[in-house]
């Protein structure tokens, strides 16, 4: 609990933080349900998707620049007040019956531009607020705040919605993001750090860039953990993130029931996870936990694969679940400690940059794949090889069952491949050698 203690002001950032994420959040779930009641089409939804994310896309490499050039507590200030400016505006047009589809459109853009900036300037925030010897034991709590977050926001967002309608829910958001802006303008101090007030103008934003593409080329390892990061990250949204519900409700006759069932489950073990993070010791051996928490993920998406009750899905979800913050969680710190503070900014957005495009592309990708080759070949007992068939059975989830064998597979050989490699093992090594010294 001293960690607690002494750095109040600290967990005053992080859960005033979260807290304007989740009223974001609630607003997202809100507009998605107001766009498609209101057109009765699919595509508004992802139109939306597309036009919060496009922006970020083009942009995070230039925010990650400025969070290390640039105030950091400024960067935020600025993105709260123009996220909050979008949600009054929504709040405006719905109270005078004036909200369009083209207005939802903008402010997501806006929010996604926002989100290129302000996400930078948080991460970079968090890494000179602390300690070294504090990472892991924030990432937990962080992990765990968020957790806490994304199971409270769609339930928030549907009482609201149901009790006084969208107006209800902006209105709420608006309140987050005035929480968020006075707490961290009146109590939250960031301390600078090297290379800040340097290079802001657009060309020096550009050799920004230039100079992390050259830091990457020198520093192979760091390289190499963002390469993993962003496999694991595709394999996970070509299974997981694209056929989880899709493969339950295929092997239970639409069993809707029993997705909820392991969506508690899966919600469950990612919170004890954060917990024990949060609330342990700070341990030895962080690149072998990191590797640890990959393998428990990856080996609960094969597993889940290869599951035909209830019970075997909730263990397998539990263990994937708890291993996913733990892989992410300690990745995270292993970057900070040894990315340079003045770097961390565009390190974090390309990590940003690539959890944005891989995940819908790897769902696109997984989508089209179950759809036209796997569930098809996997429907004809007498066609498919008789393994297969013991592993994961035949007709209707068999295909996508597959999909989640062989990314599971493929992902716990990449990890034992990247393991191996000399230069990461060498990221132990150096850690090890700076805590004798």
């Not at 304007?20 to 998605?32: E, R, Y």
């Not at 409700?249 to 919600?267: H, K, P, Q, Y």
């Amino acid at each position: 609990m001293g960690f607690y203690r002494s750095h109040k002001k600290f967990l005053l950032f992080l859960v005033s933080q979260t807290v304007s994420q989740m009223g974001s959040a609630m607003t997202g779930l809100a507009v998605v349900i107001w766009a498609y009641s209101s057109t009765g089409q699919v595509m508004a939804s992802s139109l939306l998707a597309v036009c919060s994310t496009l922006p970020y896309l083009i942009v995070s490499l230039f925010g990650g620049a400025a969070a290390d050039h640039m105030n950091k507590k400024k960067i935020m200030l600025v993105c709260d007040v123009a996220a909050a400016a979008g949600s009054l505006i929504l709040l405006m047009c719905a109270s005078f019956q004036v909200l369009a589809l083209w207005v939802l459109c903008v402010v997501n853009g806006i929010n996604g531009l926002m989100n290129a900036f302000q996400g930078p300037a948080f991460q970079v925030s968090v890494t000179l607020l602390l300690e070294k010897e504090d990472y892991a034991k924030a990432g937990g709590l962080q992990s765990a705040l968020g957790a806490v977050s994304g199971m409270l926001s769609p339930i928030l967002a549907a009482a609201l919605l149901g009790f006084g309608g969208l107006q209800l829910v902006l209105a709420a958001d608006l309140a987050t993001f005035a929480f968020a802006f006075f707490i961290l303008l009146l109590f939250i101090r960031i301390p600078d750090c090297a290379g800040e007030g340097a290079g802001t103008g657009s060309d020096g934003l550009g050799n920004s860039i230039k100079t992390a593409a050259s830091y990457l080329r020198g520093q192979k390892s760091i390289l190499l953990l963002l390469v993993m990061y962003s496999v694991l990250e595709f394999l996970g949204a070509i299974s997981f993130d694209s056929m989880y519900s899709p493969l339950l409700l295929a092997r239970t006759g639409n069993n809707e029931a029993v997705v909820g069932i392991v969506s508690s489950v899966a919600a469950a073990g990612g919170l004890c996870a954060s917990l024990w993070m949060s609330l342990a010791k700070q341990p030895a051996g962080k690149l072998r936990i990191m590797f640890g928490g990959s393998v428990m993920c990856l080996s609960g998406i094969l597993l889940f694969g290869m599951g035909r009750s209830l019970a075997w899905w909730c263990i397998v979800v539990f263990i994937g679940c708890f291993g996913s913050p733990v892989y992410q969680t300690y990745q995270t710190v292993l970057l900070r400690e040894r990315v340079p503070v003045s770097m961390q900014g565009r390190i974090f957005s390309l990590q940003g940059m690539i959890t944005s495009g891989l995940t819908p592309l790897g769902c696109l990708a997984g989508a089209a794949l179950a759809d036209y080759i796997f569930e098809p070949y996997m429907r004809d007992a007498e066609a498919v090889p008789e393994i297969l068939v013991r592993l994961v059975g035949y007709g209707d989830g068999a295909g996508m069952g597959l999909m989640f064998l062989l990314a599971g597979a493929a992902g716990i050989v990449v990890c034992i491949l990247v393991s191996r490699n000399p230069g990461i093992r060498g990221l132990e090594d150096e850690n090890q050698e700076k805590r004798r010294g």
